[in-house]
């Protein structure tokens, strides 16, 4: 097969929280004149950005474009839920554990890569704590079948090798405020984002390195002699090769047909605490 086009285009239904907490955004070019490129990139998210981040590192020589199909940070990445994790978290499991000692480790050391890049990342965008914290997690109980959990979990960390820190509820009052808590579980290699801010820097940073453009989505590609041309309502990229890095939106373009479903989970976000609010909370 040498032609794909899309059935169908990402569509938001509402705001993106993480993205509309923010102050208004740049915008970033539309492709509007053909162009010619080593790589194409589809799909502006935590993949396409890291991809092309990645690439440009690799080789700075190489032409790459990135086409996003609506707005940066608006889509599903902007909407994540914020946190990069490096230990196994199995919630199916009896102990998180995934499937077996090695394998975890094996998984826990692409994690970290994955982190330690995400890091170097908010470095060279000047990220805040608030929006790039290296602070941890907990898996806080509040029932005895959690705190068994915990205490396996604890087991299986202490057979990696790995560090963390056992609380009690009277710890877990003292650093929740509530006495809700029966045991928590603390591990220090979480990372807590803040998506939408996340890929807004990525985006304007890599227009200094790469052709950057949003609002572009890729409606066709197609096979044209040794490479591929890629298709936007506007402009169309010869390109030597394509990467696609737009999730579950490849079983529009016929990949993995009947085999991947959008979902949507919902939050809600809290207006700011009061003062009093705070004081009670403690």
């Not at 006495?179 to 801010?197: D, E, F, K, N, R």
């Not at 890929?199 to 096979?223: C, M, W, Y």
């Not at 490479?227 to 402009?235: C, D, E, F, L, R």
Request: glycine share 10%; aromatic share 8%; proline share 6%.
């Amino acid at each position: 097969m040498t032609r794909f086009e899309a059935k169908r285009l990402p569509r938001q239904t509402g705001l993106a929280g993480w993205n509309g907490i923010l102050p208004p955004q740049t915008p970033l070019p539309v492709l509007e004149q053909n162009l010619t490129a080593d790589i194409t990139i589809v799909g502006g998210g935590f993949a396409g950005l890291s991809t092309a981040q990645r690439l440009h590192q690799l080789d700075p020589s190489l032409k790459i474009v990135l086409l996003e199909a609506g707005r940066f940070a608006e889509s599903s990445a902007g909407r994540n839920s914020g946190f990069m994790i490096d230990l196994p978290h199995d919630l199916a499991s009896d102990n998180y554990a995934g499937e077996g000692l090695e394998a975890d480790r094996a998984a826990i050391a692409l994690n970290r890569k994955a982190i330690a890049f995400a890091t170097e990342v908010a470095g060279e965008c000047d990220l805040p704590k608030e929006m790039f914290d290296p602070c941890g997690k907990y898996n806080a109980a509040a029932t005895k079948s959690g705190d068994e959990h915990n205490r396996e979990f604890a087991t299986h960390l202490t057979k990696l090798g790995e560090p963390y820190m056992l609380y009690d509820q009277q710890q877990m009052q003292e650093i929740t405020g509530s006495p809700h808590y029966t045991s928590g579980l603390y591990a220090p290699g979480t990372v807590m984002i803040q998506p939408a801010a996340y890929v807004r820097a990525l985006s304007t940073h890599l227009t200094g390195q790469i052709d950057v453009f949003e609002n572009s989505p890729v409606t066709r590609f197609e096979k044209q002699g040794p490479g591929w041309g890629v298709s936007t309502p506007n402009a169309k990229v010869s390109t030597g090769q394509v990467i696609l890095a737009n999730n579950g939106h490849l079983e529009s373009f016929g990949f993995y047909k009947r085999q991947l479903m959008h979902i949507c989970l919902y939050a809600s976000m809290s207006a700011p605490l009061s003062e009093e609010q705070i004081k009670t909370l403690g």
